[in-house]
Nanobody, 119 residues
Framework: QVQLVESGGGLVQPGGPLRLFCAAS????????MGWYRQAPGKGRELVAT???????NYADSVKGRFTISRDNAKNSVYLQMSSLKPGDTAVYYC?????????????WGKGTLITVSS
């Protein structure tokens, strides 16, 4: 089995920074694109940022210039460095990755980590 585990969420004041971590574990042969998504209360899940295996990044317009996604292929990990956080960034953040394991590739999701931006 393959699993993604996020960490780093919590309560942060507006304007503050926070860093999210996500590590994939299990019988992994390779990992393709990785990314972060979020779901705010009462809203659908939306893309935050993605990064390909080669390091090409993509960001939602709402986070451009404030968030930075990166990955460590040797550690099967992806990170999200967030700065200038706003109350509107409050959401459950989910890690996502396309993982090649035993059998067909799979679109894997973590269970999510809550970020609350509030004073």
């Amino acid at each position: 089995q393959v699993q993604l585990v996020e960490s780093g969420g919590g309560l942060v004041q507006p304007g503050g920074p926070l860093r999210l971590f996500c590590a994939a574990s299990g019988r992994i042969i390779g990992i393709g694109a990785m990314g972060w998504y979020r779901q705010a209360p009462g809203k659908g899940r939306e893309l935050v940022a993605t990064i390909t295996g080669g390091g090409i990044t993509n960001y939602a317009d709402s986070v451009k210039g404030r968030f930075t996604i990166s990955r460590d292929n040797a550690k099967n990990s992806v990170y999200l460095q967030m700065s200038s956080l706003k109350p509107g960034d409050t959401a459950v953040y989910y890690c996502n990755a396309w993982i090649l394991s035993v059998g067909p590739g799979m679109d894997a999701w973590g269970k999510g980590t809550l970020i609350t931006v509030s004073s």
